[in-house]
C-alpha cells in the first residue's frame, strides 16, 4: 500500500539477490557492498603503511592535518579500551577500531547510492555475535570457571544471550531507517531534489555512520569490561 501511495517501490528488508538467484551461493547487494568496503579500508591501509608512514617517521616533528587526525583516532580507541578493559586493551583497541572503520566507511557507501552492509540484518548480527563471543573469552581469560557461576542464574544468562541480538538489532534498524528515509527522499519531484538530499544525508548517512561505529565500539568495550570485573 505504501508503494503504489509514494509511487515507487521501497527496499525491502531482504538484500536483493544480484547473482545467481536461487541457488545456494546467491551473491546479495549487501554482500558487494561489504566486499567494497573491505577493499576500500585494504587499500587506504596499505596506502599509509607504505606512502605515509615511512616518510612521518623520517619528519616526526612536522605533522600534517591528515596525521593528526590518523592520531587523534587511534588515540580515542587506544583510551577508550585501556579506560575499560584495561591490560587487554592491546586486542580489543585493534579489533574495534576495524569494526567501527567498517561499520562507519559501510554507511557511508550509501551516498554512492549502494545499499549499505550494515542495513543487512545478518552483517549486523555477525557483529553482535562477535561481541558476545569476545565478552565470553575475556571473561573465561580473567576469571576462569568462575565465569560460568553467573549462569547459574537464569537471568543472567538470559541477560548474556540477548546482547548480540539488542546490538545487532540496534544498528541494523538505524542503518536500514536511514537508507530507506534517503530512498524515499530520492524519489521525490525533481524540484525538491535540489538542496534536500544533501542536508538529509548528512542527518541520515554522515551521523548513522558516525553515532552507530561509536555506538558499537562503547558497548562492545563496556560489556567486555562488565565481564572481566
Not at 587506504?44 to 596525521?67: E, H
Not at 561499520?103 to 545478518?122: A, F
Not at 555477525?126 to 558476545?132: E, L, P, Q, Y
Request: overall charge positive; charged content about 10%.
Amino acid at each position: 500500500m505504501l508503494n503504489s501511495f509514494i509511487g515507487t517501490s521501497l527496499p525491502s528488508l531482504q538484500p536483493k539477490t544480484i547473482f545467481f538467484d536461487g541457488s545456494p551461493f546467491a551473491i546479495t547487494d549487501t554482500m558487494i557492498s561489504a566486499f567494497a568496503t573491505t577493499v576500500i579500508l585494504i587499500i587506504f591501509a596499505l596506502i599509509v603503511r607504505v606512502a605515509f608512514i615511512p616518510r612521518w617517521q623520517k619528519t616526526y616533528d612536522k605533522k600534517s592535518g591528515f596525521r593528526l587526525f590518523l592520531e587523534a583516532l587511534v588515540n580515542m580507541f587506544d583510551d577508550n579500551a585501556q579506560s575499560t578493559v584495561g591490560h587487554n586493551s592491546g586486542f580489543v583497541a585493534p579489533w574495534y577500531f576495524a569494526a567501527a572503520a567498517f561499520i562507519c566507511v559501510g554507511t557511508l557507501l550509501e551516498m554512492t547510492g549502494i545499499r549499505p552492509p550494515t542495513s543487512d540484518l545478518n552483517v549486523a548480527l555477525s557483529f553482535g555475535f562477535t561481541t558476545f563471543i569476545l565478552i565470553n573469552i575475556f571473561g573465561f581469560k580473567e576469571k576462569k570457571f568462575r565465569r560460568f557461576l553467573r549462569f547459574a542464574n537464569p537471568i543472567n544468562l538470559l541477560t548474556d544471550l540477548v546482547v548480540p541480538f539488542s546490538m545487532a538489532l540496534r544498528m541494523f534498524g538505524s542503518v536500514f531507517s536511514g537508507y530507506l528515509i534517503m530512498h524515499l527522499i530520492y524519489s521525490l519531484p525533481w524540484f525538491a531534489l535540489i538542496a534536500l538530499p544533501a542536508v538529509a544525508s548528512v542527518m541520515f548517512t554522515v551521523f548513522h555512520a558516525l553515532i552507530q561505529s561509536y555506538i558499537f565500539m562503547f558497548l562492545s568495550m563496556s560489556f567486555i569490561s562488565e565481564a572481566t570485573e
